[in-house]
């Protein structure tokens, strides 16, 4: 008799993962996960009451992940050097993982599930600014700021988007630096 390992929410979540980096979120289904983690499609209903549910918990994970990545890169710096590090961290994560960050959740403070992983990861990022005196809209600002360079840059690049010979490097170093010229001028 094979001895089936127990099913648990967090395997599941492993299991629509591994199914997200391969197929995208599109090839995300209660069927798909079921079939790779070997039971019938309603055992998973035990750990995740419905698809949306099971991309909740996705997005908790992403979120749960970039925030260690940036939490990592600008552990030990500030000011220029810890921004830098994070809009580099950030790009990394995103060309590294395209599919998973295409399942990333764009609004998670105001969802349940996913508040206190998209609070966490915000934190991150205002932590990381704080070093220039930037508090309560002018923090917020920033930190839009900073995740629309990221996320457009990056989110294009990783289509194949730049099909020009200029280096995607120079470009984005040259955002960075634009960035936080902004940030400077601010303080």
Do not use: C
Not at 1 to 8: A, H, K, N, Q
Not at 43 to 56: I, P
Not at 72 to 79: I, P, R, T
Not at 151 to 160: K, N, P, V
């Amino acid at each position: 008799m094979t001895v089936r390992p127990r099913l648990t929410t967090t395997k599941v979540v492993d299991a629509a993962l591994e199914l997200v980096d391969e197929q995208g979120v599109e090839g995300l289904t209660l069927a798909a996960v079921a079939a790779r983690t070997g039971v019938a499609t309603p055992s998973l209903y035990k750990h995740v009451a419905s698809l949306g549910e099971l991309r909740g918990h996705v997005g908790v994970r992403l979120l749960e992940e970039m925030t260690s990545r940036f939490t990592n890169a600008v552990l030990g710096l500030s000011g220029d050097e810890a921004v830098a590090a994070l809009m580099h961290a950030y790009r990394a994560y995103v060309t590294e993982h395209p599919k998973r960050y295409a399942a990333m959740p764009m609004d998670p403070l105001h969802d349940d599930l996913q508040q206190a992983a998209g609070m966490k990861l915000m934190e991150v990022m205002l932590a990381t600014l704080r070093g220039y005196g930037l508090e309560g809209s002018a923090a917020i600002h920033a930190t839009r700021r900073l995740r629309v360079i990221v996320h457009g840059f990056a989110s294009i690049e990783s289509s194949g988007g730049f099909g020009l010979p200029e280096g995607l490097d120079d470009t984005y170093d040259q955002l960075v630096r634009m960035y936080l010229d902004d940030l400077r001028g601010r303080s």
